[in-house]
C-alpha cells in the first residue's frame, strides 16, 4: 500500500469550478482519484473539466443543488448507473452573507445554513449509504472554517453553519467509521480567493491579517493540497472525527 497514492479512487468535489475547491480537485487529481468537478455555473465548470482534462486527469462534471435533497439521489443515481461510485466526498461548496445578526432575516439565516451544513449533511448521508452498502470503506472530507471554532461580528449564520460543520463531523465519524469510513474536516484561514481578493487589496484588512497571522501571509488554495490528499489517503485510516485547520497559525496565538 502506498500511503498516499488514490488510484482508483473516485473523488466528488462540490463547489469544485474554481477557487479553493478547483485547486483540491487537481491536487487529488495528482494524486492519482478520478476527479468529479461539481458547479452550478455551467461556463466556469465546463473551462474547469477542460483545464483540468488538458492536463491529462481523468475527470468527469456535474451539476446539481447542493441544498436539494432530490436533486442529489439524482445525481448520485445518474453517476450509479454508469458505473461510477465516490470513494472520496469533499464537500466544499458554500457561500456567505455578511450582515449584523439583528438586521439578518430568517430567510438569510435559512440559505446561509442550508447551503453550508444542511447540504453537507444531505450529500454526506446519501454518499455514506453508497459507501455502507459497497462495504469497501471511504472518504467524508467537510470543508469547515476558522469560524467552526471562533466567530466575528456580521458573519454568525455562517458561524453557526460552520460550527455545525465540525460536530456533524464528528457524528459522523462515531456513526460510520465501523464502516471503514474516515469522516474529517479542514478548517481554511484566509485564503486568496477571486471572492477575497477585495480584501487582500484593502490596505487596512490585509494588514490585518498579515499582522495577525503568524505566517505573515495569506493563504492560497494550493495550501490546502497537501492536507485533503493526506485525508482522502490510506494515511489517515485511523483518522477519524478531526477538523485540521489550514490557518498558517493564526487560531494558535492570541
Not at 480537485?25 to 482534462?53: F, T, Y
Not at 454526506?124 to 466575528?152: D, E, F
Not at 477575497?196 to 495569506?218: A, E, K, M
Amino acid at each position: 500500500m502506498t500511503l498516499f497514492d488514490l488510484s482508483g479512487k473516485t473523488a466528488l468535489i462540490t463547489g469544485s469550478s474554481g477557487g479553493l475547491g478547483f485547486a483540491m480537485a487537481r491536487g487529488l487529481a495528482q494524486a492519482g482519484a478520478q476527479v468529479i468537478l461539481h458547479g452550478r455555473n455551467q461556463d466556469k465548470l465546463h473551462e474547469a473539466h477542460l483545464a483540468l482534462s488538458g492536463e491529462g486527469f481523468n475527470v468527469l462534471k456535474i451539476s446539481f443543488d447542493i441544498t436539494d435533497e432530490a436533486a442529489i439521489e439524482k445525481a448520485l443515481g445518474n453517476l450509479k448507473e454508469d458505473g461510477v461510485y465516490v470513494d472520496i466526498l469533499v464537500n466544499n461548496a458554500g457561500m456567505q452573507l455578511r450582515k449584523p445578526l439583528v438586521e439578518l432575516t430568517r430567510n438569510e439565516w435559512d440559505t446561509v445554513i442550508n447551503t453550508n451544513l444542511s447540504s453537507a449533511f444531505l450529500l454526506g448521508r446519501n454518499v455514506a449509504r453508497q459507501m455502507i452498502a459497497r462495504g469497501q470503506g471511504g472518504k467524508v472530507i467537510n470543508i469547515g472554517s476558522l469560524m467552526s471554532s471562533v466567530a466575528r461580528p456580521t458573519v454568525g449564520a455562517y458561524t453557526a453553519a460552520k460550527g455545525g460543520v465540525r460536530l456533524l463531523t464528528q457524528s459522523m465519524a462515531a456513526e460510520w467509521a465501523e464502516h471503514g469510513i474516515q469522516s474529517n474536516a479542514i478548517g481554511p484561514g484566509y485564503m486568496i480567493t477571486e471572492m477575497t481578493q477585495p480584501l487582500v487589496d484593502d490596505p487596512d484588512f490585509n494588514g490585518w491579517i498579515t499582522g495577525r497571522t503568524p505566517s505573515r501571509r495569506w493563504g492560497t488554495p494550493e495550501d490546502l493540497v497537501g492536507t485533503v490528499v493526506y485525508l482522502a489517503s490510506p494515511a489517515s485510516n485511523y483518522v477519524n472525527g478531526q477538523i485540521i485547520y489550514v490557518d498558517g497559525g493564526m487560531l494558535a496565538v492570541l
